[in-house]
Structure formats: structure tokens, C-alpha cells
């Protein structure tokens, strides 16, 4: 089973090297122009087709860019005609991203540099690895894109890496994760996670954006536009916080319930508190899932109905078990916290899905 994710590295380039690097993407934008043109006209995206019709003009057209990237913008812009159906001609910026392949661009992602041909010749960058990366350094690489952010003009390196996961240990062993609004994620081992700092956090940020709203002046708008930015990067940092102490628990398959259902559930909340609160769970969810397939572990989506009324320990279903964050089972009277609860429901619902299907059964790779 392949893993593959997406480093991000900024590259740092002489400034002869960043003007050859800007002539190339000019001439890769005109290569590419060139293609869906042709492609749009005669309605076609064959590659191939394409590379008979156009490779003569492309050529004349700049003779500096290197054949490999010649090829490259054929590609991309017979996948785009493809993606829209050639219902319209996908035309490029002046600086959009350029992909390469490894005739042109060869990384040593341990060494920090890389090697890049350009319309002038072969360009040397550096970079840094920052310390989230360092797991990615011996995964193979499968593609690289440069990009440029044009306001600072900083080039970046966005590297798609590929490994085998370890092989999950013999034993496996299941860990529930029941996701809620007062306890962000309680685990069928007794870990809670709340945080009275994430509500206090939260609710600050509520209380000034309701007044930020109500002033509704074009100032008003852009602090607007920081606030949420801000609140995204704080939610983000409590995520990966807690993603990252659930999958170091010494279990190989952490049990979710699946989302489709929290969203009916919550839809009784206000407006931006029920975005906010669905877009924060799922990107638990995908936070635990990236993480887990790093170190070779697994994440199942159970069920989410009956969890928070079945009693975890004989099975009998009952909405009144329930109240509020106490669970009482009137069958055979055990009781627990809700949450809790609802956690080794997920837990044993998980290992019973793991008996339905095969163990090592693919999970996408998120990028
Ligand atoms: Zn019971």
C-alpha cells in the first residue's frame, strides 16, 4: 500500500537563477497556450494528437525552453481541456505553476538543493527542511511542481513523495474516538480532551466577530477576514495537538464514527458555530488519519447511529440512557460518562467492522 503526501519547500534561488526561472515560466505559459488552443479548436485532448499539431509552432515560438517541459505544459493542458470537457479553453497566467518531471529537475531532498533546467540552462536552489518534514526525507519522490508567489516573488518546490507503509503489528487493537462540542475527542481508553481554553478561545473570538458584523464598514470587513484566518490557525494547532497524542496511544486502528452523521446531528446549532464545528471535526478526522498511515496504523468510520444510546456494556438501546453528559443504562444499570461511553461503542463497532473486511484494505492517501 503507497502513502503519498505533498511537501512544501521555499527555495532559495540567485537572482539570476529567479529571472531564468521567470523566462521559463513565460515560455511554458505560451507552450501551454499554444496546446489548448489547438486542443480547444479542433476539440481534441489527445496527447498525442496534439504534440503532431503543435510541436513545430511551440518550438519556433521559444526555442529556449526545454523539451521535456515542452511536453510537460502539452500534458497539463490537454488534462485541463479534458477536466472541463473543452467546453472552454483553460488559459494560463503569465506565472502559474510549472510541473516537472525527473529529466528536468532532480531533488536531493537530504542535501537541500535541487537541480531545475530552465530556458537558460540548469539553475541550482537551495532550501531548508523544516522539522515536520524530516519523517519525508527518504520516501521516494513522484512529481515536483515549482510555483511562484508573485507578491515577494519567493519560488516554491511542492514535492509529491511516495512510500510503502509499515506493516501493521499481528495484534491489532482498537481505539474508539467519539468527537463532541463539550469534550473535542474522548477515547474508549479514558482520555478526555476538553478544553475550557478552546471555548473560552472560541467565544471570544464569537463575541468580536458579532461586533466586527454589526459595524458592517469596508475596515470592519478586513479585520474581519484576519479574525477568521486567526481562529482557523488556532483551531488547526488544537487539532494537530490532539491528532497527534491520539495516534501515539499504542493501538493500530483508531475507530471514528462517521461524519455524514454529525453533520445532521449539529444541524440544530447557530449559523457559523455549525461550520465551524463541522469543518473542525472533519479536519480532526483527516489529521489523525494522516497521521496514523505515517506510522503504518490504520483509521476505520463506524456507524455513528445508537453510539451515544447503547450501553457500551450489555448492548440495549435506549434513548432515555442518555442525559446530558451522564449515561445510566436502565437494563443493567451501568454508568459511565456519555462520551465515554459512546467511545467503546465506537471501539467495538470498529472491531467488528475489521472482522467484515479485509485488514489491510487501501485507505486513501490524503494530499
Ligand atoms: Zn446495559
Known sequence: MNVIRTIKLKLNVSSDAGNSLLKTMRDYTVAFNICSTWGFESRSVSKINCHNATYHNVRQSVPDLPSSLVQGARDVACEALKAVKCQFKPLRKEYSAMRYNSRVINVFLTSGYATIATSDGRIKATFGIPEYYRPYLTWKIKSSTISLRKNNSTFYLHCQVETDTPKIAAEQSV?????????????????????????????????????????????????LRKLSGRERRFVADVNHCISKQIVQKPFTIFALENLTKIRVQKRRGTGFNRKLNNWSFYQLEQFIRYKAENLGKQVVSVDARYTSQKCSVCGHVYKGNRNGSSFKCRKCGFEIHADLNASRNIARDGISDLGRSPVNRPIVACL
Open 175 to 223: 481505539l474508539g474516538i467519539d468527537r463532541g462540542i463539550v469534550n473535542i475527542a474522548v477515547c474508549s481508553d479514558n482520555t478526555f480532551f476538553n478544553s475550557r481554553v478552546v471555548k473560552n478561545t472560541r467565544s471570544q473570538y464569537a463575541y468580536l466577530r458579532a461586533q466586527l458584523q454589526s459595524k458592517g464598514t469596508r475596515s470592519a470587513k478586513r479585520k
